[in-house]
């Protein structure tokens, strides 16, 4: 692996990254914050470390990327830009330890939306910002990004987006690189401005509306106000919101071809009519779960379950109910939805609803296979033949995610936390949720998690958001030799 190019790399995307950071420091100049300071140093701070390792590195930057190369400058890529994005939380005292601005760093760029913080109504509006703008370069990827935008990465681009994206179901759509992520983020900037003006003829003042549409888009669920979307009691909101975590939840190749009319690709879609059936099935399921034992009229019934289900399924972690106040039918199906996640190519979280796809076609045809033995069968996934391979990097990737839960789990209740909170956290935490139950429940936060559970909960973030694959090789002696 050639350590050198990877810096070099990192300190580009750590570069361009630094630019975001302007935003919200014209945002503090703009409402005369009390973080105007902070943002600024964050700024230089980030902009001059990025500079610095570039022109130490530059030398290499013509060399060609390898698909190892590709791995370590995205897992690097999240590590740097989380603790650099931590300055602003710490330099504003916003968070008073660098275990919490770390944290929700991390929390942000995942897309996790876990959060240390409350009262965020008192917060200053820069980092109200930050924190939003930290889950919307998350949500596309800060290397999808720095594809569309940096032809100097076009050479070896696709190995940083096979190293970010998962590889069942991205087509190119278009024949170069940088032409894709292009397409990707122009898609990706059109829908959350199309939703920040919804949110504003909604009721919402423009800052809310924007931070919001930032972190709907992104399925990230950082919000500007302590009780999530359940504050502004709006159920106009609340359609708006669930409709475009939906969206955010489909595969955006799909949104691609929508926009240039070609909508059929939505019915021939296997995964996206899957989707569709899980999101329905569970949103009749906890409605009448919630009409029967709380007395919720129809239309509130529907209206909490509805965006409940698409927030959670789409790993946004909003809240408009205390969902931990529902019958346990409806918890438990709710910390099911966090397992499956979004559509393969979505900013979604999850283990994507396309493998859990795949699981059961290959569950149904072992079942008949006992039933005839002889027959040759081929598993098909949109009419196309899915390699054995594939299959089995499936089957790996629900082991080596369970196995990095329950041990993940385990430490978190030798913290001295209860099962419950420890195994919630974790899984949401892996799923790039955000809420969990018991005492991170969608009315509290992660502010009591002890220090080392923290740090155990931020790795599982980054795990969880990079298809754990991309970390995990890593950590294999076999990746560092030539």
Known sequence: MNIVLVFNLVAVILLFSSLFMLIPFATSFLYQGSDLKAMGLS??????????????????????LKHRDGFAVVTMS????????ALPYLMSGTCLSFTDAYFESMAGFTTTGSSVLSNLEELPHGILLWRSLTQWMGGMGIIVFSLAILPMLGAGG?????????????????????????SLWYIYTGLTAVLALFLSLAGMNVFDALCHALTTMATGGFSTKSASIAHFQSGLIDFIITVFMFLAGINFSLHFYALRGNLSRFTKS???????????????????????LWQYSFPDALRYASFQVVSVMTTTGYATADYELWPVFSQMLLLCLMFFGGMVGSTGG???????????????????HLIHPHALTALKLDDKNVPKETLGGIW?????????????TIFMTALGMDIITSASTVISSMANVGPALGDAGPTENYAAIPAAGKWVLALCMMIGRLEIYTVILLFMPLFWKK
């Open 350 to 368: 999850g283990m994507k609803q396309v493998r859990i796809l795949l699981m059961v076609k290959q569950a149904y045809r072992e079942l008949y």
């Open 396 to 408: 790996g990737f629900l082991f080596l995610f369970i196995l990095i839960s329950v041990i993940a």
């Open 158 to 182: 696709m190995q940083l987006f096979k190293a970010e994206v998962p590889e069942i179901g991205v087509e190119k759509l278009k024949p170069r690189i940088i032409d894709m992520a292009k």
């Open 43 to 64: 700024f230089v701070f980030t902009f001059l470390s990025g500079l610095c390792i570039y022109f130490l590195t530059k030398s290499q930057k013509k060399r060609e």
């Open 78 to 85: 999240w590590l740097a830009m989380s603790f650099f994005g």
């Open 270 to 292: 296997s995964e996206f009519k899957f989707y569709c059936s899980v999101v329905f099935l569970s949103i009749t399921l906890i409605t009448l779960n919630i009409m029967r």
